[in-house]
């Protein structure tokens, strides 16, 4: 039994002739399955579909064709019971300014019908630590704070399934750290998760599965262990004393090679293939003197980005 499952999942957005808009096909025969208990991602870079799927799941979204059951309930046969196994932190924050944490947390369960005396107001205000915050107003919340009254909103009805979408786009290190505490305490308390991110070390570092998404296509559902194994790539940026524009692609037929200017290249390497000192040494060979070396991560876009171009 899954949190979620979906089959042959067709999104088409249709054209738009005020925006000029055309057709876009969102999401191809996308498939997915999403074990309970999980903390399971949904990575790829901006466009994939992400947020169509996940607004497929909450139906704000309709879908054009395919199948989807979220906690055993069929969207569109047992819309209510599938609606209820969910809550939904969006992409964007929405809230109102005139609301107290406290109260935005009241409103959202009366809209869930949650009773008053089911409430877990105060519990998950101090779960996501907002509780000395509990009577402020909304516009008063820092940003970090608002996404995380965003969490405990999404949770007033109890959900066994917890969704964000793109939780940490563009928010800072330190909350970036505590959003992650917030929901690695939230599954070991028995929630699953699933999140959409565009960062690969978002995923490697919170996910136990992970499932590439690109133009509306999975590429990939996995383990994270097994994922990393295959796509992690590192960069090099290495900075010549040589000011013509260096020619060394011939050198580098094994990598991802390109020229960043006069005197700069960049050389994206998987680890398992080939190390750094290696590459410095296939440039020295060639009498070419470096005068900086810079190591960079790459994100997941850059990864997919020197996959389709070495092929
Ligand atoms: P992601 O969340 O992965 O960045 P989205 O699901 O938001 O991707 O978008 C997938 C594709 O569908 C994009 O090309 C986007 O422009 C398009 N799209 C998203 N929402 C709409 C919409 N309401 N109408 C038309 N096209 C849309
Ligand atoms: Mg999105």
Same mark, same amino acid.
């Given at each position: 039994?899954?949190?979620?499952?979906?089959?042959? !999942?067709?999104?088409?957005?249709?054209?738009?002739?005020?925006?000029?808009?055309?057709?876009?096909? /969102?999401? &191809?025969?996308? *498939?997915?399955?999403?074990?309970?208990?999980?903390?399971?991602?949904?990575?790829?870079?901006?466009?994939?579909?992400?947020?169509?799927?996940?607004?497929?799941? /909450?139906?704000?979204?309709?879908?054009?064709?395919?199948?989807?059951?979220?906690? $055993?309930?069929?969207?569109?046969?047992?819309?209510?019971?599938?609606?209820?196994?969910?809550?939904?932190?969006?992409?964007?924050?929405?809230?109102?300014?005139?609301?107290?944490?406290?109260?935005?947390?009241?409103?959202?369960?009366? @809209?869930? %019908?949650?009773?008053?005396?089911?409430?877990?107001? $105060?519990?998950?205000?101090?779960?996501?630590?907002?509780?000395?915050?509990?009577? +402020?107003?909304?516009?008063?919340?820092?940003?970090?704070?608002?996404?995380?009254? #965003?969490? +405990?909103?999404?949770?007033?009805?109890?959900?066994?399934?917890?969704? @964000?979408?793109?939780?940490?786009? %563009?928010? *800072?290190?330190?909350?970036?750290? #505590?959003?992650?505490?917030?929901?690695?305490?939230?599954? &070991?308390?028995?929630?699953?998760? !699933?999140?959409?991110?565009?960062?690969?070390? =978002? +995923?490697?570092?919170?996910? *136990?599965?992970?499932?590439?998404?690109?133009?509306?296509? &999975?590429?990939?559902?996995?383990?994270?262990?097994?994922?990393?194994?295959?796509?992690?790539?590192? =960069? !090099?940026?290495?900075?010549?004393? =040589?000011?013509?524009?260096?020619? #060394? +692609?011939? @050198?580098?037929?094994?990598?991802?090679?390109?020229?960043?200017?006069?005197?700069?290249?960049?050389?994206?390497?998987?680890?398992?293939?080939?190390?750094?000192? *290696?590459?410095?040494?296939?440039?020295?060979?060639? &009498?070419?003197?470096?005068?900086?070396?810079?190591?960079?991560?790459?994100?997941? $876009?850059?990864?997919?980005?020197?996959?389709?171009?070495?092929?």
């Amino acid at each position: 039994m899954y949190a979620i499952e979906a089959k042959n !999942l067709n999104k088409i957005y249709a054209a738009n002739k005020k925006t000029r808009s055309p057709e876009k096909h /969102a999401l &191809k025969d996308f *498939d997915i399955q999403i074990p309970r208990g999980s903390i399971y991602g949904l990575l790829g870079p901006n466009g994939a579909g992400k947020s169509t799927f996940i607004n497929i799941l /909450a139906s704000l979204v309709m879908k054009t064709s395919g199948e989807v059951k979220i906690w $055993e309930s069929d969207i569109d046969s047992a819309t209510r019971q599938a609606r209820a196994s969910i809550g939904i932190v969006p992409q964007e924050i929405n809230l109102d300014p005139f609301f107290t944490p406290a109260q935005a947390l009241d409103m959202q369960a009366g @809209l869930y %019908g949650v009773p008053k005396d089911k409430r877990r107001t $105060e519990e998950l205000l101090e779960l996501v630590g907002l509780s000395d915050k509990a009577n +402020a107003y909304a516009r008063s919340l820092s940003g970090g704070m608002k996404r995380r009254l #965003m969490i +405990a909103k999404a949770l007033v009805h109890t959900p066994p399934i917890l969704i @964000l979408d793109e939780p940490t786009a %563009g928010v *800072d290190v330190e909350l970036r750290q #505590m959003l992650w505490q917030n929901v690695r305490a939230l599954n &070991k308390a028995g929630t699953t998760i !699933l999140l959409t991110t565009h960062y690969l070390e =978002e +995923a490697e570092e919170l996910c *136990d599965h992970i499932a590439i998404i690109n133009h509306g296509k &999975k590429i990939k559902d996995t383990t994270k262990d097994r994922l990393i194994g295959q796509i992690e790539s590192k =960069e !090099l940026l290495i900075t010549l004393a =040589e000011t013509t524009a260096p020619r #060394m +692609a011939d @050198l580098f037929k094994d990598c991802f090679f390109s020229n960043e200017g006069k005197n700069k290249v960049l050389i994206r390497y998987n680890p398992a293939d080939i190390n750094a000192g *290696d590459i410095i040494e296939r440039i020295r060979k060639k &009498k070419n003197t470096i005068i900086d070396i810079s190591t960079q991560e790459p994100d997941l $876009e850059d990864v997919f980005l020197s996959l389709t171009r070495s092929k």
